[in-house]
């Protein structure tokens, strides 16, 4: 039989991923201005997109929708860090330039983590009429959306957070090579953010790590271990010609451990459809649909493409 490709979304498919794209956009701001404690605040953010999240796939049936609202989010957000960036260079670096603080990052990951693990839920516990071509190749188009999604987060988060922390004009030139000293002052309570710091950069990498898990299935750890190293020390010797951080030894070490984190979440879920599905669906997240096809029984299966 001939298995045709996925449906492509409606006009109002497509505007309803938009809508959602901007109302996950505007949410963090809107959990600030109602709440002052951080923790709620993020906790709203979750309850808020887990019901767009919803709302949106409900109408839709689509999760290639969810997959418009997350770049759509990712791309208003990248679009006013531009503006941002660009006031900062002409006009007051002080008054203009973009800064990232906790709040920030965690609500820009959690704007992502919140819908894909809505639809990751939902393909993981997929079966019968809900488990079909059509549905997987829907699924495999939401995975290429939300990666690309994640990166342009991601891009902005290490540019504005471990690149360029700092505002134009500074100098803050210093190399750090004693290994694991930094680690010990986190530990031991001298370091000035302690166990924030160790945690934020033993996760840093983490989403790179899983988006070229999703987009390379045939990655090894050992390949994990030496491209994160590699990124690590290039991330460093950045900081430290720009003078925007202190360029540490350990930093790179934690890197190291935050992409196989990564890439141990990609091959957990993985494992766990493989589980359910009894050894039918082994490679759940994947660019490419015709791994994931269900092939009729006692039947022929040929596959082509337009």
Same mark, same amino acid.
């Given at each position: 039989? +001939?298995?045709?490709?996925?449906?492509?979304? +409606?006009?109002?498919? !497509? *505007?309803?991923?938009?809508?959602?794209?901007?109302? $996950?956009?505007?949410?963090?701001?809107?959990?600030?201005?109602?709440?002052?404690?951080?923790?709620?605040?993020?906790?709203?953010?979750?309850?808020?997109? =887990?019901?767009? /999240?919803?709302? !949106?796939?409900?109408?839709?049936?689509?999760?290639?929708?969810?997959?418009?609202?997350?770049? /759509?989010?990712a791309a208003l957000n990248t679009t006013f860090f531009i503006?941002?960036?660009?006031?900062?260079?002409?006009?007051?670096?002080?008054?203009?330039?973009?800064? =990232?603080?906790? *709040? &920030?990052?965690?609500? =820009?990951?959690? =704007?992502?983590?919140?819908?894909?693990?809505?639809?990751?839920?939902?393909? $993981?516990?997929?079966?019968?009429?809900?488990?079909?071509?059509?549905?997987?190749?829907?699924?495999?188009?939401?995975?290429?959306?939300?990666?690309?999604?994640?990166?342009?987060?991601?891009?902005?988060?290490?540019?504005?957070?471990?690149?360029?922390?700092?505002?134009?004009g500074t100098n803050n030139r210093e190399i750090e090579l004693?290994?694991?000293?930094?680690?010990?002052?986190?530990?031991?309570? +001298?370091?000035?953010?302690?166990?924030?710091?160790?945690?934020?950069h033993c996760i840093v990498l983490s989403p790179l790590a899983? *988006?070229?898990?999703? !987009?390379?299935? &045939?990655?090894?750890?050992?390949?994990?271990?030496?491209?994160?190293?590699?990124?690590?020390?290039?991330?460093?010797?950045?900081?430290?010609?720009?003078? +925007?951080? /202190?360029?540490? /030894?350990?930093?790179?070490?934690?890197?190291?451990?935050?992409?196989?984190?990564?890439?141990?979440?990609?091959?957990?879920?993985?494992?766990?459809?493989?589980?359910?599905?009894?050894?039918?669906? &082994?490679?759940?997240?994947?660019?490419?649909?015709?791994?994931?096809?269900? &092939?009729?029984?006692?039947?022929?299966?040929?596959?082509?493409?337009?």
């Amino acid at each position: 039989m +001939t298995i045709l490709p996925s449906q492509k979304l +409606t006009i109002s498919q !497509l *505007y309803l991923g938009l809508a959602a794209g901007l109302m $996950l956009f505007l949410l963090p701001n809107d959990a600030k201005n109602q709440i002052e404690n951080e923790g709620f605040c993020n906790a709203y953010i979750v309850l808020i997109s =887990l019901v767009i /999240t919803g709302v !949106l796939f409900f109408i839709t049936k689509r999760y290639e929708a969810i997959g418009v609202s997350l770049m /759509t989010m990712a791309a208003l957000n990248t679009t006013f860090f531009i503006f941002d960036m660009i006031r900062g260079f002409s006009d007051d670096p002080a008054e203009y330039w973009p800064e =990232l603080n906790r *709040y &920030k990052i965690v609500s =820009l990951f959690l =704007l992502w983590f919140v819908p894909f693990v809505f639809c990751i839920t939902l393909r $993981l516990l997929a079966s019968g009429g809900r488990d079909n071509n059509e549905t997987r190749r829907d699924f495999s188009g939401f995975i290429a959306s939300s990666m690309k999604a994640l990166f342009i987060i991601y891009v902005i988060v290490v540019l504005f957070k471990l690149i360029m922390p700092d505002r134009p004009g500074t100098n803050n030139r210093e190399i750090e090579l004693m290994i694991f000293s930094r680690i010990s002052s986190c530990l031991n309570g +001298t370091h000035e953010n302690g166990l924030e710091y160790i945690c934020w950069h033993c996760i840093v990498l983490s989403p790179l790590a899983f *988006y070229f898990a999703v !987009l390379v299935p &045939k990655f090894k750890i050992w390949h994990v271990a030496i491209i994160s190293a590699l990124l690590g020390v290039a991330v460093e010797i950045m900081q430290f010609i720009l003078g +925007t951080a /202190t360029a540490c /030894t350990d930093d790179v070490f934690m890197i190291m451990i935050g992409a196989v984190l990564g890439i141990a979440f990609k091959y957990i879920i993985d494992k766990l459809r493989s589980i359910i599905t009894h050894g039918e669906d &082994k490679n759940m997240l994947s660019f490419d649909y015709k791994h994931l096809l269900v &092939k009729p029984k006692g039947e022929a299966q040929v596959l082509t493409e337009d």
